[in-house]
């Protein structure tokens, strides 16, 4: 059975309530699954905006991805990345990923979805542009009139995503409960001789590195915690 790690993205709160939200991606994912008779061992939310690369719940997804040998898959492309660059850079990560939406592509479609994505960013960008710079002619007052109530909305975003990458690391964690356990009844207890097991194993850290004592060290207090 292929085994999957569902990665779900939203830019903002508001969009849990359209139709890009979390409960309609966890669906479309589902749907695909269930259909290929696929199993879903993992799942990975992030609260980030597509703009930007340096997104930590998706490089965990893909390093889980890597360790386990599942198969990374999203609801839509765009939820990956409207960055062509950044698409074609996951493309050839070695990670088998697919989209819900157009499960069947292969790799050379999805270079060339990346590319009309990152267009289509592009034209949304100068339509919004265009249209401040319309409103503002006329007199608009542009900004955002409440203030502190966006404040702390945007705080509420945080917190779930700091929530999401609590939870994801607890998963990872948990992946490798069995491997730890296995090499201390080899007889290796210390933190650097199980981070040297780890590194000979090839196995990595949720952040694709090398093992290390106060990573094992992390590791473990994880795992005592769950």
């Not at 690369?53 to 990956?80: C, I």
């Not at 990346?114 to 608009?140: C, P």
Request: proline residues 1%; glycine residues 8%.
């Amino acid at each position: 059975m292929c085994r999957v790690a569902a990665y779900y993205r939203v830019s903002t709160d508001k969009q849990g309530r359209s139709g890009l939200g979390l409960e309609a991606q966890r669906q479309s994912v589902r749907s695909l699954c269930e259909a290929r008779g696929w199993e879903i061992v993992s799942e990975f939310t992030e609260v980030e905006s597509g703009k930007r690369n340096d997104r930590p719940e998706l490089n965990a997804a893909l390093d889980h991805a890597r360790l386990t040998g599942a198969k990374l898959v999203v609801a839509k492309l765009d939820r990956l990345s409207r960055d062509a660059a950044f698409t074609l850079q996951l493309r050839n990560s070695g990670v088998d990923f697919t989209c819900a939406d157009n499960p069947d592509v292969n790799r050379l479609t999805i270079g060339l979805l990346a590319v009309i994505n990152e267009d289509e960013r592009e034209r949304i960008s100068e339509r919004t542009k265009a249209a401040l710079a319309a409103a503002k002619a006329r007199g608009v007052k542009l900004g955002n009139p409440n203030g502190a109530k966006a404040l702390r909305r945007a705080g509420k975003g945080n917190r779930a995503s700091v929530a999401a990458i609590q939870s994801n690391a607890d998963r990872f964690a948990e992946s490798l409960r069995g491997t730890v356990e296995a090499i201390r009844r080899d007889g290796v207890t210390s933190l650097a001789g199980i981070a040297s097991e780890l590194n000979a194993r090839h196995m990595r850290t949720a952040r694709d590195g090398k093992w290390h004592a106060s990573s094992v060290k992390n590791l473990l207090v994880r795992l005592r915690a769950s």
